[in-house]
């Protein structure tokens, strides 16, 4: 759960961003990373030209930072409460951070240790498979959050 602040979240113009607009944003942002991830790899399976890879993996790593900028704005809109929102938009909205934050540390994770892997001999390969497992288990577990807080707010996305 978000830590408590005082001041309301704002955007980088300054207006203040309310909780709902926070979430309905992190949730459109999760539905992005998680295509692009899945075309990407979709792409890699079909051998795809390494020029559209290579572009579909830099569009891929935007729409991550862009997860990531979104759940840092959801935490600070966060931080002040839930306002007038019930538990159930609550939980769902910070699950769905949660699973935003464990994807993006876990897609990090498996860059940093893909990089070694080059520097290093192939001992290192069950680290690597270990990395990509739990990355997959996270963008399965943001697909829930997803579509859980999506029952609940059907127009957000």
Partial sequence: MPSAKSTPARDSAGTLVPLDAASDALL????????????????????AHHTELTEA???????HRHLHERAELYEASAAVGKGGHDDAFWH????????????????????????????????????????????ASALLGLKHAIAAYKKLRPNAA
């Fill in 92 to 135: 769902a909205t910070n699950t769905m951070w949660h699973a935003a934050r464990d994807y993006a540390r876990r897609h990090a994770e498996c860059d940093a240790s893909s990089a070694k892997l080059a520097k290093h001999s192939s001992d290192k390969l069950g680290e690597l498979t270990l990395e990509y497992e739990l990355e």
């Fill in 28 to 47: 459109r942002s999760a539905i992005e990373a998680v295509r692009q991830h899945e075309r990407v790899a979709k792409l890699n399976e079909r051998s």
């Fill in 57 to 63: 993996t830099e569009l891929c790593e935007l729409c």
